[in-house]
């Protein structure tokens, strides 16, 4: 297995100091750091990869039946009206990931820091009580001698929308991080997913790495033919110069380049359906992930029914 990354390699201007006593410090380049974050998507998927193939909860169950269940989880949490049972179905994801091998830290950060946060955000004028009449629990303005604000109906609505995102969210994190791509596909298949859908699914997914590794060689080829870099003041319109002239350039490139990797994968006899080394079988603790799923389902239900 490839070792990662020193840390230190990957952090920009590593002589210089911050009180600026060494150097006058130079604004890096915005192409540098886009590049910087498409590689950081190369490590996150390379890590994914490798808790994967680590030997936790998830991770030896059937592809198959993850998939099943998670889709079920879904369906489930989708008609689940009560905060607290979501929060509870929320626990419950986090002790999965426990058990699967997944940090703790880093799997809240990856479900939170994105879609529930932007989800809190789209959510929030909900909770005034121009949009939903209530209770008013905080008074922002007067009008017309009304009292308005946030409103505890607005507040229980905007929970239950945030928390059922974020127990979605993290169903479909510990799915994708629990199992790897080929056999992922490879069980959408066995559920009788479109062939064509698979294909492109497959192509996209290869085909982005190749991209990114396009894109970095573009522009390590153009580092190495100048002398001075992106740096100083001419940095922003030399980088707006570099993206205007290499878009046509990484346009054509890209054309071939999914020509090619179609070719290749025909060649070895790819014909849509995901192979995989080992054969699915569901064995005794399959049958009981699904039986514990299942009893798990029914008890919100039936506790949300009440």
């Not at 060689?217 to 100083?232: F, V």
């Not at 699904?290 to 009893?295: G, I, M, N, P, T």
Request: aromatic share 8%.
């Amino acid at each position: 297995m490839t070792a990662p990354t020193p840390g230190w390699l990957l952090r920009p201007e590593v002589g210089l100091c911050p009180c600026g006593c060494i150097g006058k410090r130079r604004k890096g380049s915005y192409v540098a750091k886009t590049l910087t974050g498409a590689s950081g998507i190369m490590r996150q998927a390379i890590f994914s990869e490798d808790i994967a193939a680590a030997k936790g909860l998830l991770q030896r169950l059937d592809p198959r039946v993850k998939l099943l269940s998670m889709v079920g989880l879904l369906v489930v949490v989708a008609l689940v009206h009560s905060l607290p049972l979501l929060a509870g179905a929320y626990v419950a994801t986090v002790a999965l990931a426990v058990a699967s091998g997944l940090s703790l830290g880093f799997f809240i950060k990856r479900v939170w820091l994105f879609v529930p946060i932007f989800t809190g955000i789209v959510v929030l004028p909900a909770t005034l009580s121009v949009v939903t009449p209530g209770d008013v629990i905080l008074p922002l303005w007067h009008w017309h001698g009304h009292i308005h604000g946030v409103t505890e109906q607005g507040l229980h609505g905007a929970g239950i929308i945030v928390a059922r995102v974020a127990t979605s969210i993290s169903l479909v994190v510990l799915l994708t991080l629990t199992t790897p791509w080929v056999r992922l596909l490879a069980a959408l298949r066995a559920f009788g997913v479109p062939k064509i859908f698979v294909l492109i699914i497959g192509m996209a997914y290869r085909y982005l790495f190749l991209l990114l590794d396009a894109v970095d060689d573009m522009y390590t080829a153009r580092k190495a033919r100048t002398l001075s870099g992106d740096t100083g003041r001419s940095g922003t319109g030399a980088g707006r110069r570099f993206v205007a002239a290499g878009a046509g350039t990484l346009f054509g490139k890209a054309h071939q380049l999914s020509e090619e990797v179609h070719q290749a994968m025909t060649a070895r006899g790819y014909t849509g359906n995901a192979q995989t080394l080992s054969a699915f079988r569901v064995r005794a603790g399959d049958v009981a992930f699904v039986v514990c799923v299942a009893a798990f389902a029914t008890a919100l239900l039936l506790a949300d029914a009440r």
